[in-house]
């Protein structure tokens, strides 16, 4: 079993930025891939961004490349996500999850689920 917490969200203003962290424990960390994803109300829950086992190897939607950077410390068991240049259309609560070893935007590719933070841009 895996846990998953993060933290980091609150309320910032267009153009601010904000880092997100999400803690893993029980499991292995080191040898999973981890990623975000985020759900806006009323939409669907959609990938952010993801990393390998290693932290070498990334992955992000195209709507945050340049502006959002994922990040890993196997050391604290820690998937960080920068924020920058955020957008009121980024309000969304935000998910980390874990699962396999490479990244992927599929939901499915994913096996524990964090309870989310939300992050909120005011315009």
């Known amino acids: 079993q895996v846990q998953l917490v993060e933290s980091g969200g609150g309320l910032v203003q267009a153009g601010g930025s904000l880092r997100l962290s999400c803690v893993a424990s029980g499991r292995a960390f080191s040898s999973y891939a981890m990623a975000w994803f985020r759900q806006a109300p009323g939409k669907e829950r959609e990938f952010v961004a993801s990393?390998?086992?290693?932290?070498?190897?990334?992955l992000y939607a195209d709507f945050v490349k340049g502006r959002f950077t994922i990040s890993r410390d196997n050391a604290k068991n820690t998937v960080y996500l920068q924020m920058n240049s955020l957008k009121p259309e980024d309000t969304a609560v935000y998910y980390c999850?874990?699962?396999?070893?490479?990244?992927?935007?599929?939901?499915?590719?994913?096996?524990?689920w964090g309870q989310g933070t939300q992050v909120t841009v005011s315009s």
């Open positions: 990393i390998d086992w290693r932290g070498v190897s990334t």
């Open positions: 999850a874990v699962g396999g070893t490479y990244p992927k935007t599929a939901r499915g590719g994913y096996d524990y």
